[in-house]
């Protein structure tokens, strides 16, 4: 009886004929989270990857949790395709789960099991009934509630032999980091940024996040914050780098030549203009920001509009209907939440006016950046650009 | 990341270089304390408490340091308990107080208080303590005739602080405690939190009618995690911290020797040339006030000029800019200062002390406190001054007007 890791991964098997593709980004992501299990070995079957020899590793079952595309991790016994081996290893994983799930005596079962190997002599109804009962007459004081169990018995027979498990922790689905191209997103500090970044990421996108730092006007803490949010992120894509443009020079020059109402309209042009040049040298095909419909005077369907008009790339906000509250949950289950309350201000709590225009028109906003030297300030801006790799 | 590269050469090259003007936050260790807490930490690291003579000499270091606090204060040593630093040493005034006590009565104390104080007051205030905070004048400065008008029979302990820690206006606290000996024996208690005046000013608790008196060590370029609570004879104040009776039972954990001998090593270099790093530091914060109104004539210069000020705190608002903004600007050529106090100031908020002088929240906003130390040179404050006046224009754009 072997002890292994079993991940199942759901919408890339239906991709045709991007699978393989798909597949491929998958197992390289695990690859990664698996550097620091040197013994470990990554085995594919159809719809599912084997971990050998990392038995019972609980942080490693959290860290795959968090690899986009993975459905379901579960730790499991695997036996050869033989009724009492099955038998034996499902009275065995009934131990586990009761030792695990700390359930009194009162605890109930029910036994799944699943045949993609049709050449098994029961079928999955027969099979069922062994491995209940096995479970039964193993003396563990359990009983069958097939409507309500305390835990599941699944049996899996496949071609590589027959795999039990009686737990499984949810993955985060979507699909793997890369399947979907490369995006920008805009990480500010706050709470919305690294949640859109998280969805994107879900959706396999691979991001490079753009922080844009007003050095002296916020100081070393607040970029630190950023780093902080950044490295949460990281577990979703440990290939993300954090990108810093120096932002000082642009929002002093919007100060000096721009009308003040439209201060932040300007500035919000600058920064897709900077993040566009950014994802051409990085091949980028979209921008991605955490703004939300309606929630601030800036985020309207006129204000997207007038921002979106530097932007050259679509301009992608996957919190564009999201209610405050439901950001705020989502960030709480991704961890970003408590960083981003963190006091540090962002440069935008600076520079914001009293009366900023909510409704812009573009050809106002254009002729409010005409004495603005745009070129040269978003060249020297990426430029400057620093990169965090690690 | 951003450290990782930087080699600790070029990071001692980097602290000769800085002008360190925030030592109301902190100091750094003097090299003779330094040395002091490094020979605890190598050779004499017996515990207090332990028979052995490793023991015995860690008593005696103990015992020397103690005394050297004590002298600082005019009392006596065993009159002096260590602590891990200036807030426990407040707390434990004030809560070991109202411990003392059974049931709620009630305490005064001033509106510009360190946070320290003040929440702990609160804290009580939610417990059925009645608390009075007395105001202060546009310099800062309570009256201490306010005191004794809100002291009543029911007043178990007044709280003052001798130097404001933001703009260093010092307290009349002779002059507070010799009026509540007068009210005689079922006077209420009087505490002191001396830890930003501590060392470089004179105290004198016997003079001063003071029961117990809060110490800091790392204000003083000792290091952080040590203090001391100054606990006048015959006053009975129940222990926050219990354990094996360390500090005669009333404040039990194993001694934090290398904090506590560094605190004793400081009080000795202090105690060799206070008065001359004093005067010294007078005539800089003359040079600075001097230095940044004529650089910056809008600049409002909070607490009093010269008289009644500590001579090693100097703060003014920049009406305008934002006090982060400037500190910042000013960290970029070196110039190290903090806005308001630093313990508040990652709140955004406009700082309370200013607010209490009755400042307007866009002074509140914009101000920044220069504190020197035994440390500071002229120089320091001449490039402070030039850092201030290009900091100031490199902000003009961001200032609102």
Same mark, same amino acid.
């Given at each position: 009886m072997e002890e292994l890791l079993l991940i199942k991964y759901g919408e890339i098997s239906l991709k045709g004929k991007n699978r393989h593709e798909f597949e491929g980004a998958l197992l390289e992501h695990i690859r990664w989270v698996l550097r620091e299990h040197p013994g470990a070995r990554l085995e594919k079957a159809y719809g599912r990857l084997y971990i050998h020899s990392v038995p019972g590793d609980v942080?490693?079952?959290?860290?795959?949790?968090?690899?986009?595309?993975?459905?379901?991790?579960?730790?499991?016994?695997?036996?050869?395709?033989?009724?009492? =081996?099955?038998?034996?290893?499902?009275? =065995?994983?009934?131990?586990?789960?009761?030792?695990?799930?700390?359930?009194?005596?009162?605890?109930?079962?029910?036994?799944?099991?699943r045949r993609s190997l049709k050449s098994f002599p029961l079928k999955s109804p027969e099979l069922n009934h062994q491995v209940g009962s096995a479970v039964l007459t193993a003396g563990l004081g359990l009983t069958v509630d097939v409507h309500n169990p305390t835990f599941i018995i699944t049996v899996e027979v496949r071609e590589t032999g027959t795999f039990v498990y009686w737990t499984e922790v949810k993955g985060m689905g979507g699909l793997p980091i890369g399947s979907s191209g490369r995006g920008i997103i805009l990480l500010s500090g706050g709470i919305d940024s690294p949640v859109a970044a998280y969805l994107a990421m879900k959706r396999g996108v691979a991001l490079e996040a753009l922080h844009f730092w007003s050095f002296p006007i916020t100081g070393?803490?607040?970029?630190?914050?950023?780093?902080?949010?950044?490295?949460v992120l990281r577990d979703f894509d440990p290939k993300m780098r954090l990108h810093i443009a120096h932002f000082t020079k642009i929002q002093t020059a919007i100060m000096e030549s721009c009308p003040e109402k439209y201060r932040v309209t300007v500035m919000r042009r600058m920064m897709m203009r900077v993040a566009r040049r950014l994802a051409e040298k990085l091949r980028a095909l979209a921008i991605f920001t955490g703004e939300n419909l309606g929630q601030v005077a800036s985020q309207t369907l006129e204000s997207m509009a007038v921002i979106e008009d530097t932007a050259g790339l679509p301009v992608l906000r996957p919190l564009l209907t999201y209610d405050k509250r439901e950001t705020v949950e989502l960030a709480e289950r991704i961890g970003t939440y408590e960083l981003s309350c963190l006091p540090y201000e962002d440069c935008c709590t600076v520079f914001v006016p009293k009366h900023p225009v909510t409704k812009p028109r573009l050809e106002l906003v254009r002729e409010a950046e005409k004495d603005l030297p745009v070129d040269e300030l978003v060249e020297e801006c990426v430029g400057g650009i620093e990169t965090l790799t690690h | 990341m951003q450290s990782s590269g930087v080699s600790y050469v070029a990071r001692t090259a980097e602290s000769a270089n800085l002008v360190y003007l925030d030592n109301s936050s902190t100091t750094r260790p003097d090299p003779q304390v330094?040395?002091?807490?490094?020979?605890?930490?190598?050779?004499?690291?017996g515990n207090p408490s332990s028979l052995h003579r490793l023991g015995a000499k860690a008593e005696r270091l103990l015992d020397e340091s103690r005394e050297r606090v004590a002298g600082m204060i005019n009392a006596e040593p065993s009159e002096i308990y260590f602590t891990s630093g200036g807030t426990e040493a407040n707390n434990w005034a004030i809560a070991g107080t109202a411990a003392s006590f059974g049931k709620e009565r009630h305490m005064v104390s001033t509106t510009v208080e360190h946070p320290s104080v003040i929440s702990l007051l609160d804290h009580l205030h939610e417990e059925g303590w009645e608390i009075t905070l007395v105001g202060v004048d546009g310099e800062g400065r309570v009256d201490p005739q306010d005191i004794m008008d809100a002291v009543t029979e029911e007043t178990a302990l007044v709280s003052v602080m001798f130097v404001q820690n933001e703009i260093g206006t010092i307290q009349d606290c002779r002059e507070i405690g010799r009026r509540l000996l007068g009210l005689g024996p079922r006077r209420p208690r009087f505490h002191v939190d001396a830890v930003q005046g501590f060392a470089r000013l004179p105290i004198d608790v016997k003079d001063w009618g003071v029961d117990l008196l809060s110490m800091s060590a790392h204000k003083i370029h000792g290091i952080k995690g040590a203090g001391a609570l100054y606990i006048r004879k015959g006053v009975r104040l129940k222990p926050l911290v219990f354990g094996g009776g360390q500090e005669s039972g009333l404040r039990s954990g194993t001694e934090n020797m290398p904090g506590i001998v560094g605190f004793g090593e400081a009080c000795r270099v202090w105690s060799e040339d206070r008065e001359e790093v004093m005067s010294r530091l007078a005539s800089f914060r003359k040079r600075l006030i001097t230095g940044i109104k004529s650089a910056f004539p809008d600049a409002v210069l909070h607490g009093p000029l010269e008289e009644g000020v500590a001579p090693h705190i100097c703060h003014f608002s920049f009406p305008g800019f934002k006090g982060e903004s400037i500190l910042h600007a000013l960290e970029a050529r070196n110039v190290f200062v903090s806005t308001g106090s630093a313990c508040s100031s990652h709140k955004a908020k406009p700082s309370p002390v200013v607010m209490a002088l009755g400042r307007s929240e866009a002074e509140a906003l914009s101000s920044i406190r220069f504190s020197m130390s035994r440390n500071t040179t002229e120089e320091d404050i001449d490039r402070a001054i030039e850092a201030v006046a290009e900091s100031l224009k490199e902000l003009s754009a961001w200032r609102k007007k």
């Open positions: 942080k490693l079952l959290s860290r795959l949790a968090k690899v986009p595309g993975i459905v379901a991790v579960a730790p499991a016994l695997r036996v050869e395709n033989d009724v009492s =081996e099955i038998r034996l290893a499902a009275v =065995e994983a009934a131990k586990r789960a009761l030792t695990t799930a700390g359930a009194s005596g009162k605890a109930t079962f029910k036994a799944e099991s070393e803490k607040s970029k630190d914050k950023v780093v902080r949010i950044w490295r | 330094i040395r002091a807490v490094n020979t605890v930490l190598e050779h004499d690291f």
